[in-house]
């Protein structure tokens, strides 16, 4: 038994190291950086009709009669 214990945790460090093989790669930014990002994003998504949404005034896929089921 104490062999498939060791195969098994064998395989997880692998995992573990490939995992973090990955993880170099990946370009790191720093956090100041991403929350001005962000400020600036959110700035520029005020007017953005897919993240605020159509006001239903002027929304022209709304139905302009509820459908009533007899």
């Known amino acids: 038994m104490p062999g498939k ?33 962000l ?4 700035e520029q998504a005020k007017s953005d009709p897919f993240l605020v949404g159509i006001p239903a005034a002027t929304n022209p896929f709304k139905e302009k009669k509820p459908c009533t089921i007899l």
Request: proline share 0%; charged share 20%.
């Open 39 to 42: 400020l600036q994003f959110m």
């Open 5 to 37: 214990v060791t195969i098994g945790s064998d395989i997880g460090q692998a995992h573990a190291v490939e995992q973090l093989q990955m993880e170099v790669g990946i370009d790191r930014v720093k956090v100041s950086k991403a929350a001005t990002d």
